[in-house]
């Protein structure tokens, strides 16, 4: 039973929402996250917050918030990576339903409330919500243009990408039943637990709720982001065998494809060029990189 009219700092009773936010050297933008998410509509949460061996201040800006907010846990680990640090969250959280997000991240006042509602009503085991930049510039509009067109794909036709940690929520119970979070799948951890749910016959609920969120600002940080997860859904398409059911595994035509698309935009003068350059070669250059040289995620 849920005491639902219970203060934020009464931890006498079981809470109905977890937040869970793993978090590493994050001094710069912790204090806005926590803000958000500790001023929420909805009031019968509390909030899991999982240090990755911070060595910045993130830990005096956690302090601070904990002394006005009994809601506030904070874990401490060493540095094992993101999917770890999410893991013994969701493991020490003690909500039916858990939310997510990431500690570089804005959420509305009522994030918790609208994320929640189709999970509680009974519609939905898990919900995905979406990003938009929390700096906009020609790099992030365009990476999270391409980010919502993804979403609303993969909310169709069921392959592995939908799922993004920095929005989400599931029920406690699904969760326990694809298993947790993988303390190996770094950065694509939000991807391989996706790969467990499509498996068991889940599909997240996409909503059009929006967080604040801060993607690469240039070129060279993009290039290097794009590099890595390529790189890491190669070894994750390893280890699942290339199940066509699950990814879209890239093929000569979709090289081919992609080539013919650059060609198209530079007799335009496509404003969108550069992106499309950046992102088309990094992804690959990290795809065919785990290809030749890396072994299966898991």
């Given at each position: ?161 939908l799922l993004d940690t920095a929005n ?45 969120h801060h993607h690469p600002e240039s ?57 499309h350059l950046v992102e088309g070669i ?17």
């Open positions: 039973m849920h005491d639902r009219d219970a203060g934020q700092g009464d931890r006498t009773m079981t809470p109905e929402v977890s937040v869970i936010i793993p978090v590493f050297n994050r001094e710069r933008t912790l204090g806005p996250c926590l803000d958000s998410v500790l001023n929420q509509t909805f009031r019968d949460y509390e909030v899991v917050l999982v240090d990755n061996g911070s060595s910045d201040g993130t830990l005096r800006i956690v302090r601070r918030f904990q002394k006005r907010h009994g809601n506030l846990i904070c874990l401490s680990e060493p540095r094992r990576g993101p999917g770890a640090a999410r893991r013994t969250g969701e493991l020490a959280s003690r909500g039916e339903i858990l939310l997510m997000t990431d500690s570089d991240c804005i959420v509305p006042g009522d994030w918790i409330a609208r994320m929640a509602a189709p999970i509680r009503e009974g519609k939905a085991v898990a919900v995905q919500g979406l990003k938009k930049a929390a700096c906009r510039n020609y790099w992030t509009a365009r990476i999270e243009n391409e980010e919502h067109g993804r979403s609303r794909r993969r909310s169709i036709d069921g392959k592995v990408g989400f929520a599931i029920r406690r119970s699904v969760l326990e039943e694809v298993g947790f979070t993988s303390p190996d799948a770094y950065y694509v951890n939000d991807t391989e637990l996706d790969v467990r749910l499509r498996l068991k016959g889940h599909l997240p609920l996409l909503i059009e709720v929006y967080v604040a070129a060279l940080a993009f290039f290097r982001k794009i590099v890595l997860r390529g790189e890491l859904n190669m070894m994750l398409m390893k280890s699942y065998t290339f199940d066509p059911a699950l990814f879209d595994v890239p093929d000569w035509k979709n090289h081919l494809a992609f080539c013919m698309g650059l060609a198209g935009d530079l007799v335009r003068l496509d404003a969108g060029f550069p992106y990094g992804w690959r250059l990290g795809l065919f990189y785990a290809y030749l040289f890396k072994d299966k995620l898991i």
